[in-house]
């Protein structure tokens, strides 16, 4: 026996005769037309009739025929069919392609964001009303105010005669008004609040200190601050305004608010002792002031080089009396 008989009796079956040959995968397709709908997987092998091919054409021992390829029968070969199982797959569908935006939507700039709300609108509702119930109550007293002080500076008429008291009282003291920066004849005049006291001291006896000058005191918190404070600029200046505008040259009284100036004036001058004046207090260690007067020494102001009018250099001291401390005028004294 020779290779080829080897090779064709592998390829036989047992109950075959020899020299009859299988016929493989490739030669069932070969065989079968293009009509034929079954599969070539289920459909056994038919019996070939040709002839085994001759000894020297045969195949290297262990070799198996390609897939799909035909024996040599003098006819063109059969394409091979794809398997069942390759046609039943179904295919992947691909990604749509990239797409890319509009010109309007690239050039398009993006919304911005809806404003915040901010203010009275951001609070909750009861926030809300108290805070329109509290500038509705700003908004009445400053309108209030703005009457006063109108009818206040006003000429006199029906308002300010049967309501002159109450304009008074909400005016006096802190926001009186006055035209004297627009008289004809401005003030040309230094004003000083000087004031000295009598001192009982912790043994028994009594001192009288010299003139302290508020007014230089004042003067001197003033100069160089760029934001002087109102007190220096002011408190004892009206309060001795107010003084003098309701009392004559002999200190007597003139009107009803007589009284109210000299108290008021009288506790601004107390609490200023209480503090230290040119580096002590005027009551010492361990002293009470008891009594205090007050004095004012005016001085005209120097007329320009230019003008030929002849203006007077010497000071006009006019002396208050002697006023007694109350223990109430030291309590709201210490109260300010």
Same mark, same amino acid.
């Given at each position: 026996?020779?290779?080829?008989?080897?090779?064709?009796?592998?390829?036989? +079956?047992?109950?075959?005769?020899?020299?009859?040959?299988?016929?493989?995968?490739?030669?069932a397709?070969?065989?079968? +037309? /293009?009509?034929?709908?079954?599969?070539?997987?289920? /459909?056994?092998?038919?019996?070939?009739?040709?002839?085994?091919?001759?000894?020297?054409?045969?195949? *290297?021992?262990?070799?198996?025929?390609?897939?799909?390829?035909?024996?040599?029968?003098?006819?063109?070969?059969?394409?091979? %069919?794809?398997?069942a199982?390759?046609a039943?797959?179904?295919?992947?569908?691909?990604p749509?392609?990239y797409?890319?935006?509009? =010109?309007?939507?690239?050039?398009?700039?993006?919304?911005?964001?809806?404003?915040a709300?901010?203010g009275i609108?951001?609070?909750?509702?009861?926030?809300?009303?108290?805070?329109a119930l509290a500038?509705a109550?700003?908004?009445?007293?400053?309108c209030?105010?703005?009457?006063?002080?109108?009818?206040?500076?006003?000429?006199?008429n029906?308002?300010?005669?049967?309501h002159?008291?109450?304009?008074?009282?909400?005016?006096?003291? *802190?926001?009186e008004?006055?035209?004297?920066?627009?008289?004809p004849?401005?003030?040309?005049?230094?004003?000083a609040?000087?004031?000295?006291a009598?001192v009982?001291?912790?043994?028994?006896?009594?001192?009288?200190?010299?003139?302290?000058?508020?007014?230089a005191?004042?003067?001197?918190?003033?100069?160089?601050?760029?934001?002087?404070?109102?007190?220096?600029?002011?408190?004892?200046? %009206?309060a001795w305004d107010?003084?003098? =505008?309701t009392?004559d040259? *002999?200190n007597r009284?003139?009107?009803? #608010?007589?009284?109210l100036?000299?108290?008021?004036?009288?506790?601004?001058?107390?609490?200023r002792?209480?503090?230290?004046?040119?580096?002590? #207090?005027?009551?010492?260690?361990? +002293?009470?002031?008891?009594?205090?007067?007050?004095?004012?020494?005016?001085?005209n102001?120097?007329?320009?080089?230019?003008?030929?009018?002849?203006?007077? !250099?010497?000071?006009?001291? %006019?002396?208050?009396?002697?006023? =007694?401390?109350? !223990? #109430? /005028?030291?309590?709201?004294a210490?109260? *300010?």
């Amino acid at each position: 026996m020779d290779a080829y008989d080897e090779v064709s009796n592998a390829r036989r +079956g047992p109950d075959e005769p020899e020299g009859s040959a299988s016929i493989g995968p490739g030669d069932a397709t070969a065989d079968r +037309g /293009d009509g034929d709908s079954a599969d070539a997987d289920t /459909d056994p092998p038919a019996p070939a009739s040709t002839p085994a091919p001759e000894t020297g054409s045969a195949p *290297e021992t262990g070799s198996a025929p390609e897939t799909g390829s035909a024996p040599e029968t003098g006819s063109a070969p059969v394409p091979a %069919r794809a398997p069942a199982w390759a046609a039943r797959q179904s295919p992947q569908t691909p990604p749509p392609p990239y797409t890319p935006p509009s =010109s309007d939507d690239a050039l398009s700039s993006p919304q911005p964001p809806p404003p915040a709300v901010s203010g009275i609108a951001a609070l909750s509702l009861p926030y809300q009303i108290v805070v329109a119930l509290a500038l509705a109550v700003v908004a009445v007293v400053a309108c209030v105010h703005v009457g006063m002080v109108f009818l206040h500076v006003a000429p006199s008429n029906t308002m300010t005669k049967q309501h002159g008291q109450a304009v008074d009282d909400w005016v006096y003291p *802190e926001f009186e008004q006055n035209w004297k920066l627009f008289a004809p004849n401005p003030l040309q005049q230094n004003i000083a609040v000087q004031v000295r006291a009598e001192v009982r001291k912790p043994d028994g006896g009594s001192s009288e200190t010299g003139w302290y000058d508020l007014s230089a005191l004042d003067g001197a918190a003033i100069d160089g601050n760029l934001v002087p404070s109102h007190t220096d600029q002011n408190e004892l200046r %009206r309060a001795w305004d107010f003084y003098v =505008s309701t009392h004559d040259t *002999e200190n007597r009284a003139t009107s009803s #608010r007589g009284e109210l100036s000299e108290r008021y004036l009288r506790r601004i001058v107390v609490m200023r002792l209480d503090r230290e004046l040119d580096g002590e #207090r005027a009551g010492g260690s361990g +002293g009470v002031v008891e009594r205090i007067q007050v004095r004012s020494r005016t001085t005209n102001v120097p007329a320009p080089e230019w003008s030929e009018e002849q203006v007077s !250099d010497k000071p006009v001291i %006019r002396e208050l009396s002697w006023w =007694s401390v109350a !223990d #109430r /005028d030291r309590t709201e004294a210490s109260a *300010e």
